[in-house]
C-alpha cells in the first residue's frame, strides 16, 4: 500500500509538533485517528518511523529521512497548485491563432504585443491562413482563434466583428491611373492584372465581384501571397487589388501607387471567430476580450 497525501500531511505533523494530540488539535482530527493512520504507515513502510516516550515523541533516522522526501512532495504539489491557478487566472497558458493575411498584417501585431506585455507566462503560436482554411483548423480544434474575411461560411462558429479593411488599388508609379485618388473596379478593368489565388478571400471577393457587375477582367498571371502581389506591381505587369494597410506602408519603397476603391464592397470588417467562448481556455478567453475591446475603435 502506498501512503495518501493525508497520512502523510498528518505523519509531518506529528514531526512538527513532536506530539499526537498536538498534530490532531492542529490538523483537526482526534488522537486515536492519527496514531492509527501512523502505525498504518510503519506497518506499510516496514520501518519504524517514530520513537515514543513517555514526554513526547520524536522520529527515528527513517523518520528524519522520510520527512525530506515528504516536505519535498508537498512542495512539489504547491508549486502545481500555484501553476494551475495560474492557468486558471489566465495568467499563463498557450493559445494558438490562425490569421488570413490581411487579419495578420493589419491590427493584430499590436494588439498581441499589449496582450503580451500584461500576460507574459503565456506564449501564443500565431500561423498565417487563408479564411477558408482558418475557419476549419477552429472547427476542428486545431486553432483556438481565428481571423477570416466576413464572406467566409463559418456554421457552428462564434463570430465577433473585428477590424475595418478597405481595399486599394495598386499601380506601378508611371501607369496611366497613377494621378488617380479614387476609383472603381469597373473603371480599372480596361488595364492588365495582377490577381491573387482562388484560394484568397479577396482574390475570389474581386472575382465575384466583377462577375456580378459584368466586368471582364484580363488577368496577366495569378500569385499566392501579398509580397509577390506587391512585386509584380512593383515590376510593372499590372493592377492589383490589396488591403490599405498592406499596401500604403510599402508603396515608396516599392515605387507603386496606391488609389481608394470607391466601390461600397470595397470596405468590410474581418471577423474574429471561435467555438463557444465558454470551451476556451481563460487565457484565449482573456485575448478574445482584448481583440474585441480593441476593434470597436477601429
Known sequence: MRPDLT??????????ERSIAKAAGRE???????????????????????????????PTAAGEALVADVRSIFAILDRAENKLSEYAGGHRGRIRIHANPSGLSGALPVALREYLDTHPLVGIQLEEKHSVDVVRAVTEGEADIGICAPHTPAEGLTLHPYQTIRLVLITPQ????????????AEAAAHDFVSLSDTSSIGNLVLRVAAEQGVALKHRLQVDGFDGLRRM????????????HCALPYSKAMAFHCIRLNDSWARYRLNICTRDPQTLSMAARLLLNHLKSGSQTR
Not at 516496514?46 to 516516550?53: G, I
Not at 508611371?174 to 473596379?185: C, E, F, G, N
Not at 506591381?233 to 490599405?244: F, I, K, R, S, T
Open 7 to 16: 497520512t502523510l500531511k498528518l505523519f509531518l505533523a506529528v514531526v512538527e
Open 28 to 58: 483537526h482530527i482526534t488522537a486515536p485517528a492519527i496514531s492509527k493512520r501512523i502505525t498504518e504507515l510503519e506497518t506499510a513502510l516496514s520501518v519504524q518511523l517514530f520513537d515514543r516516550h513517555p514526554k513526547g515523541i520524536r
Open 174 to 185: 508611371d501607369h496611366a491611373l497613377a494621378k488617380r485618388k479614387t476609383i472603381s473596379l
Open 233 to 244: 506591381v512593383e515590376a510593372g505587369l499590372g493592377l492589383a487589388v490589396l488591403p490599405e
